[in-house]
Each structure stands twice: as C-alpha cells, then as structure tokens.
C-alpha cells in the first residue's frame, strides 16, 4: 500500500467517479481502475460497490476512506513544513555564545530576525569551552568560542574577527600617551584576568608561555566590568579586548595596546561538521556577511 494508491481510491470517492478523479489525477481512467482494483486485492475486499454511474462504500471501504484521509493529510502538513523549513518560513536554532562575545552578536541577532521573523532563536550563554563541548557532544548545532579551541573535540572552527588586547589601569601606572605595551613589561606587574574557563585567558595563558612570562595574577573574575573595576582601584592591570576598551568611559582609567608580541582576541563559529540546518546556514552566512562588512566586529583579514 502506497500513498499514490491512497489518493487514487480517496479522489474516486471523494468525486463519486473513476472518470472525474482521473481528470482530477491526469492519468487514464483505467489506470485508476486498476489502481482501486490493486488496493482492494491488498486488503482482501471490495471497497467499492458499484451499481451503475454511482459508486457506494463497503463497510471496509468506509474504514480505508477515513483513514486514508487522515494519511493524505498528514503527508501534505509534512510537505508544507518541509517547504516552509527549507525556505525559512518556519524552525528553530540555538545558538551557543560566550557572555564577553555576546556584544558582537547583536547587529547578526538584529538582521537575521528582520529577515527570518518565522525562525525562533533561543541564545545560550556559556563559555568559550563549554560552549565547544556543547558543540562536539551534538547539543548545540553551533557556537561561538575564542581561539584557540581544544583540539581533541575536533571541530570545525571558522573565525569571524579578531581585535587587539589592551592593558587597563588606573591612570598614572603607564607612562603618560603610550601607545604600546611590551608583553615582557607584564611580568612585573600585579595582573587581574578573567577566569581560566574564558577563551581570552586561554590565549593570554598561551602568550605568557611562549614569551616565557611568568604572570602575577592577583584576582581573577568571570565580569569583565568588576575587572575594570579593580583595575580602577589600584589592584593590577586587566587585559581586555578592543571592544571592552571602547566601552571605558572614565578619565581614572589608562588602555594602552599589547605589542610585541600583538596579542589577539579572535573570534569563530564552531561546528561538528556534516549537515547543518537551513537556519544555521543562514545564520553563519548572515555573520560572515556583516563581520566582513565591518558592522559586527573587525573582520579577520585574508
């Protein structure tokens, strides 16, 4: 039994005629027939009785009739919601996003609902690698994460930007109108990070090894505003990126830019790979399309 077999039986009796439904189904009235006849022989009795122009249901007939009904409905509400699906119209997409990238996510959350109303979003705050767990177990589709991720999650990892760090402190721990800031220069200074689950201290961490620092971390913190705020009270420097920077609106407070090496706060989309929904395509081609464009964030250079 099939659902062609179906719609060929439920339309002759629907239009109480073999004739009517084949003009109805454009095929041949005894290919209807023959269909009907095939139907009936697979559930092992008549379904039609027919008495000259009229045709009557058995009371198998009338069971078959109903159902098939309720079938030929639910393959059209299926194809429907395919179609609205695949064209937008309609699904869902979680987005995983780490609390300090979340500012950047905005003119992409802002677009994209402009531009798929129909499509509901649910964004889960949590860190950089959590969030890339989340993404390897299956849980989450996609994230975003600060580089570098862990490479044993084996992840696809597209980055979208990156921005310079800054080192904050109370005005008068730097010289007055530098612009940069060895690295080197940070191992003698009391230093206020964030914690060790954040992406940013990951490569901060990264950085101190590879230029053979050996930090003073006097306080660490999951709020990059109560770091700026024990860098405002005299307690170490904070590092932050550029962003954060902008944000800082108080003559009490000195940024100068990290340098030699530039460290680099970079941003990317992770996924596992393979088949990704309709709306989490458009979501990453919305991103990559206003990252580019400089209206979410500095875009990575080629």
Same mark, same amino acid.
């Given at each position: 039994?099939?659902?062609?077999?179906?719609?060929?039986?439920?339309?002759?009796?629907?239009?109480?005629?073999?004739?009517?439904?084949?003009?109805?189904?454009?095929?041949?009235?005894?290919?209807?027939?023959?269909?009907?006849?095939?139907?009936?022989?697979?559930?092992?009795?008549?379904?039609?009785?027919?008495?000259?122009?009229?045709?009557?249901?058995?009371?198998?007939?009338?069971?078959?009739?109903?159902?098939?009904q309720?079938?030929?409905?639910?393959?059209?509400? @299926?194809?429907? =919601?395919?179609?609205? #699906? $695949?064209? %937008? +119209?309609?699904?869902?997409?979680?987005? *995983? /996003?780490? &609390?300090?990238?979340?500012?950047?996510?905005?003119?992409?959350?802002?677009?994209?609902?402009?531009?798929?109303?129909d499509?509901?979003?649910?964004?889960?705050?949590?860190?950089?690698?959590q969030?890339?767990?989340?993404?390897?177990?299956?849980?989450?589709?996609?994230?975003?994460?600060?580089?570098?991720?862990?490479?044993?999650?084996?992840?696809?990892?597209?980055?979208?930007?990156?921005?310079?760090?800054?080192?904050?402190?109370?005005?008068?721990?730097?010289?007055?109108?530098?612009?940069?800031?060895p690295?080197?220069?940070?191992?003698?200074?009391?230093?206020?990070? @964030?914690?060790? =689950?954040?992406?940013? #201290? $990951?490569? %901060? +961490?990264?950085?101190?090894?590879?230029? *053979? /620092?050996? &930090?003073e971390?006097?306080?660490?913190?999951?709020?990059?505003?109560?770091?700026?705020?024990?860098?405002?009270?005299?307690?170490?420097?904070?590092?932050?990126?550029?962003?954060?920077?902008?944000?800082?609106?108080?003559?009490?407070?000195?940024?100068?830019?990290?340098?030699?090496p530039?460290?680099?706060?970079?941003?990317?989309?992770?996924?596992?790979?393979?088949?990704?929904?309709?709306?989490?395509?458009?979501?990453?081609?919305?991103?990559?399309?206003?990252?580019?464009?400089?209206?979410?964030?500095?875009?990575?250079?080629?």
């Amino acid at each position: 039994m099939d659902i062609r077999t179906l719609r060929y039986f439920s339309e002759t009796v629907r239009l109480n005629s073999f004739s009517r439904a084949a003009d109805i189904l454009h095929v041949t009235q005894s290919t209807v027939s023959k269909m009907v006849r095939q139907l009936e022989e697979e559930i092992g009795t008549p379904l039609l009785i027919r008495s000259g122009r009229n045709l009557q249901l058995t009371d198998t007939g009338r069971i078959v009739y109903e159902q098939a009904q309720q079938i030929l409905g639910n393959v059209q509400r @299926l194809h429907a =919601e395919v179609d609205n #699906t $695949r064209n %937008l +119209r309609q699904g869902h997409l979680e987005i *995983g /996003i780490p &609390p300090m990238v979340n500012i950047l996510c905005t003119p992409v959350l802002k677009a994209f609902r402009e531009r798929h109303p129909d499509i509901a979003i649910t964004l889960t705050e949590d860190t950089g690698p959590q969030i890339e767990q989340r993404v390897a177990a299956g849980t989450l589709e996609i994230g975003m994460t600060v580089l570098p991720v862990a490479p044993e999650l084996e992840l696809n990892v597209t980055p979208v930007a990156r921005y310079p760090i800054w080192a904050v402190a109370q005005t008068g721990r730097f010289r007055k109108n530098l612009q940069t800031l060895p690295c080197k220069a940070l191992g003698g200074m009391p230093l206020v990070l @964030l914690n060790n =689950e954040f992406g940013l #201290t $990951r490569a %901060l +961490r990264n950085m101190f090894r590879n230029a *053979g /620092i050996e &930090p003073e971390i006097v306080a660490q913190s999951g709020q990059w505003d109560w770091l700026v705020a024990m860098a405002l009270a005299g307690m170490g420097v904070a590092l932050l990126p550029e962003p954060f920077i902008h944000r800082l609106a108080t003559d009490q407070l000195q940024s100068v830019r990290l340098a030699e090496p530039e460290v680099q706060w970079q941003v990317a989309y992770v996924t596992r790979g393979g088949y990704l929904s309709h709306a989490a395509r458009a979501w990453l081609a919305l991103s990559e399309e206003l990252f580019a464009g400089g209206k979410a964030g500095a875009p990575m250079p080629a």
